[in-house]
């Protein structure tokens, strides 16, 4: 069955950055797109951007760029979401889905504080 | 960039009544448009998509309707296990969620 298994919750400082995964299994890798989705601690979801796995083209919401970029290792069939310049205001629950949004992972949360 | 609408806010409703989510989307959309269900703790899950689609595995007591930039989410017969967030989302450029909708049962 296709599963979306994402990497373990982060706390980190102010201005460092981040990099979480998303492995999949169940499936063929580079079939199907990889969305990424921000949570904020009781807020509504963000679409952050996607990347399609068989090319590495990316397509990003304009507020995330410059902060969030998407990559994949085809080898290991999983894709990562690296967080730059971090603030308290990335403070959130990351998940990855897939195509159509029908698989989703489990969500990282990741925490900014001093 | 396309902004989604959803109304309302919150809502509470009985067992066993209907209820209606809207959606508005700020420009044509076509029927590009999908429905998730998110309860507490876990991911969202999708119910619909093109604006109508049932995901298999979903109660039938669930529909949606609608194209261009007018679209609705109708839950029947409401159960407990319909407490949940509803969220719509755009797929036709990019993605964009709509801010949700807190769904309690009285």
């Known amino acids: 069955q296709v599963q979306l298994q994402q990497s373990g919750a982060e706390l980190t400082k102010p201005g460092s950055s981040v990099k979480i995964s998303c492995k999949a299994s169940g499936y063929t890798f580079t079939s199907y797109d990889i969305s990424w989705i921000k949570q904020r601690p009781g807020q509504a979801l963000e679409w952050i951007g996607a990347i399609n796995p068989g090319s590495g083209g990316t397509g990003y919401n304009e507020k995330f760029k410059g902060k969030a970029t998407l990559t994949v290792d085809k080898s290991s069939s999983t894709a990562f979401m690296q967080l730059s310049s971090l603030t308290p205001e990335d403070t959130a629950v990351y998940y990855c889905?897939?195509?159509?949004?029908?698989?989703w992972g489990q969500g990282v949360m990741v925490t900014v504080s001093s | 960039d396309i902004r989604m609408t959803q109304t309302p806010a919150s809502l509470s409703a009985s067992l066993g009544e209907s209820v209606t989510i809207t959606c508005r989307a700020s420009q044509d959309i076509g029927k590009s448009l999908l429905w998730f269900q998110q309860k507490t703790g876990k991911p969202p899950k999708i119910l619909i998509y093109t604006a109508s689609n049932l995901v298999s595995g979903i109660s039938p007591r669930f529909s949606g309707s609608g194209s261009g930039t007018q679209f609705s989410l109708k839950i029947s017969s409401l159960k407990p296990e319909d407490t949940a967030n509803y969220y719509c989302c755009q797929g036709y450029s990019l993605y964009t969620f709509g801010a949700g909708t807190k769904l309690e049962l009285k």
């Open positions: 889905a897939t195509g159509s949004f029908d698989y």
